[in-house]
């Protein structure tokens, strides 16, 4: 595990293009899922102007918040702290020995699914399925392997 972070939380870093949306949601949800068990950045690599709005109020309807986060750029330094990247799209992200990276491809909403809101919270949820996955081995990994019974 990277010691870049004081305490020996892992940290988990969600990439996207903008770090308006995908990212801020994968963040938004893993720290709502984990707490304080794990250290959560989001970065893009060139930052919208804002938080997607949209992305925002449909995070907030699972108890999870944003709001207060700014898009970030993605630096090496960034990259370098985390010991695991999780790209959520299509993002092109260097590859640097110590992470674990991993990729996401959010699957498409369905057709019927008109609302740009009803699509967003379809994106909303395929995201949160992979972060209960994602909190679940963290939370396994942290625990340390489990002893070995004996007969």
């Known amino acids: 595990m990277n010691t870049a972070n004081d305490s020996q939380q892992p940290t988990i870093l969600f990439v996207c293009n903008t770090n308006g949306g995908k990212s801020q949601m994968a963040a938004a949800l893993m ?8 250290r959560v950045q989001s970065a893009g ?7 997607n709005e949209l992305a925002a109020e449909v995070i907030e309807e699972v108890g999870a918040d944003m709001r207060a986060e700014t898009p ?52 909303r949820d395929d995201i949160a399925a992979r972060i209960a996955t994602l909190n679940l081995a963290v939370g396994q990994a942290e625990a340390g392997p489990s ?4 007969a």
């Open 72 to 123: 970030t750029a993605l630096t090496e330094e960034i990259l370098r702290a985390a010991d695991r990247v999780i790209i959520v799209g299509e993002a092109q992200v260097p590859e640097l020995s110590g992470a674990t990276m991993e990729r996401w491809i959010p699957t498409e909403a369905p057709a019927k699914l008109g609302t740009d809101r009803e699509r967003m919270g379809f994106l």
């Open 147 to 150: 002893p070995s019974r004996s």
């Open 45 to 51: 690599l060139v930052p919208a102007l804002h938080i």
């Open 31 to 38: 720290r709502h899922a984990a707490g304080d068990a794990v």
